[in-house]
């Protein structure tokens, strides 16, 4: 008897607090979905009743989620305006930004719509739509050095970039020949505490991130983009095609019919009212 | 502020669910584990081997991506081949609870089979002597003497394992981790130093599920080592 309550204590040992608590199921138990009709093109209401949107909302103004936890922002608007186009049911799925693209081709969902810049390297793996907006980047320094936007301008001010962005490139190509001094970080709101505390004079980042991130704070009323942005001419060298919805390369139907979408929502002027309500004041199509 | 802070508190449910699931996988296969590699049967002390040397080899966090995309890539084209148009989804609480449970099982296996190893061989050779069968001998004789010696070592893994569990963020699940990444983006320019908070009060949460782990762990410890003196010079 003595020994049964033993090895029942080594049981309870084992799983220890967990006194009550029901386990989790212990078979990957999901029933195999019907193999839906919808597979082949057919003149259906809808080619895709169900459109699943990957979104990593950790991006404000473009994907964050309310404190009601409810998806927010200009992606998700996007998302749900281009569904509507489809006349889909738009179901987001939240993924984390390490995990996008695996779990695109392990069809957890059907599209990226979280800010994903098309890059050669991502096109490698997937397939794009065309941009759906491009934000253009910009050098913040001090308001009152009144500074322009060309290159030139920067010789010998010290400014912090985040390391591996797009806006590193353009610092180390063009910055750096021109004098100015560049410091990755390995995030932007280091770059952020670093003009606070003097060490630097001042970043590379885009217009929107900079925005939310420091302009409209406290700690970055005396400082502004130096002639608005950086010259478009850098845009394709540096800065890509800007921000598209990512497909699986073999639903080349989803991507025209998505293209299309993103076509109609431009010209019908939804796309303009989303863009000036999370991101007024802002040209986000870029050039 | 009160209702980010709500909302990161309800992954509490998420991460407890998630650690105390993968301890009670990685107990079981931690005892198997061990049984197998003190085993006499040379095949069964490989297979030991093999899983506690590949497991514990490869980072926690390729093991969940490979486990949940790799896994999902291989399911899809199974069903596809069977004419499916997808394949059932991997279920991320479970792929969660079932990587990490893997994964520190292969550490259980350590833990268990050293505490194994401590208990006098002569305990053992007295079951047989009565004529018990190995499995009875182990199970009425070895077990009850060992979880003394697994405990301060099982400790430890729990707490490993229980921050492991931030893991399951990558996969998508709402737990503590991946829900104050969120509000501190969300809150970004409404309160100041948002980010910090909330990763602040995440961090509190696990210290709080860890002390009070901590201390139910001792008081079992307490209860094991009943009747046993403590060294003293």
């Excluded at chain 1, 009550?20 to 138990?29: D, F, L, Q, R």
């Excluded at chain 1, 098309?118 to 320094?141: H, L, M, W």
């Excluded at chain 1, 410091?183 to 925005?211: C, F, H, M, W």
């Excluded at chain 2, 506690?52 to 899809?76: A, C, E, K």
Aim: glycine residues 10%; hydrophobic residues 45%.
């Amino acid at each position: 008897m003595k020994y049964a309550l033993f090895s029942l204590g080594l049981i309870g040992a084992a799983s220890l607090v967990a006194c009550g608590k029901s386990e989790p199921p212990a078979a990957p138990a999901a029933p195999a979905e019907a193999p839906a009709a919808a597979a082949a093109p057919a003149p259906a209401p809808s080619q895709w009743p169900e459109l699943r949107v990957a979104i990593d909302p950790t991006y404000k103004p473009f994907t964050y989620k309310t404190d009601a936890g409810e998806p927010a922002g200009f992606d998700v608007d996007i998302a749900k305006a281009l569904c509507d186009e489809l006349k889909s049911k738009c179901v987001f799925v939240e993924q984390a930004w390490d995990g996008m693209i695996p779990g695109l081709q392990a069809k957890k969902y059907d599209a990226i719509i979280s800010s994903m810049s098309i890059t050669e390297e991502r096109k490698q793996a997937v397939d794009f739509t065309g941009k759906y907006y491009n934000t253009p980047s910009c050098v913040v320094v001090k308001t009152a050095l009144n500074l322009g936007a060309e290159a030139a301008a920067f010789k010998g001010k010290k400014l912090g970039v985040l390391k591996a962005s797009t806006q590193e490139k353009y610092a180390m190509g063009e910055l750096k020949a021109a004098g100015a001094t560049i410091v990755p970080y390995d995030a932007q709101d280091q770059v952020y505490l670093d003009i606070k505390s003097g060490r630097l004079d001042g970043t590379v980042a885009d217009v929107v991130e900079v925005n939310g991130g420091f302009l409209s704070t406290p700690d970055g009323k005396d400082y502004s983009c130096a002639g608005g942005r950086i010259p478009v001419e850098f845009d394709a060298k540096y800065f890509g095609a800007g921000a598209g919805v990512a497909i699986r390369k073999e639903d080349t139907a989803l991507r025209d019919a998505l293209d299309a979408g993103i076509k109609a929502i431009r010209d019908n002027g939804k796309w303009k009212e989303l863009a000036d309500k999370h991101v007024p004041g802002v040209d986000i199509w870029g050039s | 502020m009160t209702t980010y802070l709500l909302s990161i508190l309800q992954g509490l449910l998420v991460t407890i669910g998630v650690a105390l699931g993968a301890l009670v996988v990685a107990a079981i296969l931690g005892l198997a584990g061990a049984a197998a590699k003190l085993s006499p049967y040379k095949p069964l002390n490989w297979l030991g081997d093999i899983y506690s040397t590949v497991i514990r080899g490869v980072p926690d966090l390729v093991w969940m991506l490979l486990l949940y995309f790799g896994g999902q890539i291989l399911v899809n084209d199974i069903a596809e081949a069977l004419g499916f148009r997808r394949g059932p989804q991997i279920n991320p609480f479970v792929a969660g609870v079932l990587t990490i449970g893997f994964v520190y099982g292969a550490y259980m296996t350590e833990t268990f089979r050293g505490a194994i190893m401590s208990v006098p061989k002569g305990q053992s050779e007295a079951g047989w002597a009565f004529g018990m069968s190995r499995f009875y001998t182990f199970r009425r004789m070895v077990l009850p003497q060992m979880v003394r010696f697994a405990l301060p070592s099982f400790t430890n893994n729990w707490l490993v394992l229980l921050k492991a569990t931030a893991l399951v963020s990558v996969i998508g699940l709402a737990d503590i981790t991946n829900l104050a990444k969120q509000a501190g983006a969300a809150a970004r320019g409404q309160i100041p130093g948002a980010a910090i908070i909330f990763m602040a009060f995440a961090g509190v949460l696990y210290l709080l599920i860890s002390s009070i782990s901590l201390y139910l762990l001792r008081k079992a410890e307490q209860r094991y080592s009943v009747g046993v003196k403590r060294g003293n010079f």
